[in-house]
């Protein structure tokens, strides 16, 4: 039995490149591993949905910064107005003239309104594209007045006055409201205004 001992033992010995081999692809598949668990956890790994032939292109920033309304919109004296009287109430528009006059704002047109709406609020800044910060200026003193955007050319904005209107804010809290910064945002990457 001696003689048979040395060749059971042979048999169970794993010949020296064998474990060398194995022990090559142990380390391969522990290093997998674990570079794949790194790149899951850290979120670089690459989607299914993402080609991974060409990089994303870089979104263009969007950048906020602060400014303030008088920064942005027109001065007063550029502001050229149509002043309509929505109301029964006689001599509205002339009163409501007089007073975006004194404020500094130009006025062309002081008559009824020729759409001939009855405004129940405050009153309607009617405007077009070329108009819209004149418009945004002049709602600034008429609190509570609609906006209404027209599909038209012209640089003047319309105000018809409502039967709500009572005055014009106040000049100095106007000011007051143009001089504080807003957060504005600014560059090809923002969202666009409609």
Known sequence: MTGLQPLAR?????????????????????????????????????????????????????????????????????????????????????QVALDFKREGFRINKIEDDPEEARIPGVAEIRYGPNAADAAKLVEYYLAGATMVKLDRASDRVDVAVGRDYTQLADGGAVAAALATPTPQLSGPGCPQEE
Do not use: H
């Open 10 to 94: 042979r048999r169970r010995e794993r010949p020296l490149w064998l474990t060398v081999i194995l022990l090559i692809v142990a380390m391969a598949v522990v290093f997998g591993l674990g570079f794949g668990v790194a790149t899951l956890i850290r979120g670089d790994a690459p989607s299914a949905a993402t080609p991974t032939t060409s990089p994303s292109p870089t979104p263009s920033p969007c950048v906020t910064t602060m400014v303030t309304p008088a920064q942005v919109l027109p001065v007063k004296d550029d502001v050229v107005l149509n002043v309509y009287n929505s109301t029964k109430k006689k001599g509205l528009a002339a």
